[in-house]
């Protein structure tokens, strides 16, 4: 167990630019969340996957957002045109697979820090 | 109304002290919590898990659940200055009704233990 890993661990864009981040998941979670956090606040959830299927999506994932989960291992999330308030703490979880004990403890990975001027 | 609230901080505690954290919920419905640990620029990391109503005690730290008054709290007893962290309480929200339980995640609490 090697736990979440994420990369890169710091990016830094110019507006208008795109990025993309990628997560390794703890191996046999089948669980991948999304969360972003800015400074003075808890992680807020941008997106699930349960295997390689985007099941949830939250309101604050505009258009701009897009993320993916190809083979149901690795997942990653790309920001198109990015904006100054883009630039956040992007965090990525894993919880084992539904039906194990306790399935809805999530593990996060070191996180991705974005920063864009 | 926010589904997770935590008490404002900050909290600077003597060592040795015991600090106490708590988090209020809006969902009746819930049925587990986590207590994370941020250290500053790092990311959270789960060190209690409470899936039922009263204490759980793992080392120095105990987890009380309170489902009848919404009430989650953090005993952290014979702080140590490597406690000094940020404390995030979080929920597992069904989201959208569905499968999904998002983790939504109060503001947090900063932790100072004074040696």
């Known amino acids: 167990d090697t736990g979440v890993s994420q990369n890169p661990r710091h990016k830094i864009t110019k507006r208008g630019q795109n990025v993309t981040f990628r997560c390794d998941p703890i191996s046999e979670h089948n669980r991948l969340y999304w969360y972003r956090q800015t400074l003075g606040q808890g992680p807020e959830f941008l997106t699930y996957f349960q295997n390689e299927a985007q099941l949830e999506k939250s309101r604050l994932l505009s258009d701009r957002f897009s993320a993916e989960r190809p083979k149901g291992s690795f997942s990653t999330l790309e920001i198109q045109r990015t904006e100054q308030g883009d630039s956040a703490m992007y965090l990525c979880a894993s919880s084992p697979t539904l039906g194990t004990v306790p399935h809805y403890e999530q593990y996060f990975g070191p996180g991705t820090r974005l920063t864009v001027t | 109304q926010k589904e997770v609230e935590q008490n404002s901080g900050p909290l600077s505690v003597p060592e040795g002290a015991i600090a106490s954290l708590n988090c209020t919920y809006s969902d009746r419905g819930s049925q587990s919590f986590f207590w994370y640990r941020q250290y500053s620029g790092k990311s959270p990391e789960l060190i209690m898990s409470?899936?039922?109503?009263g204490d759980k005690e793992d080392g120095r730290f105990t987890a009380q659940l309170n489902k009848a008054s919404q009430y989650v709290s953090l005993l952290i007893r014979d702080s140590q200055p490597s406690d000094s962290a940020t404390y995030l309480c979080?929920?597992?929200?069904?989201?959208?009704?569905?499968?999904?339980?998002?983790?939504?995640f109060g503001k947090g609490t900063l932790l100072t233990v004074n040696p």
């Open positions: 979080a929920g597992p929200f069904p989201y959208s009704g569905g499968s999904n339980y998002k983790l939504t």
């Open positions: 409470i899936y039922s109503n």
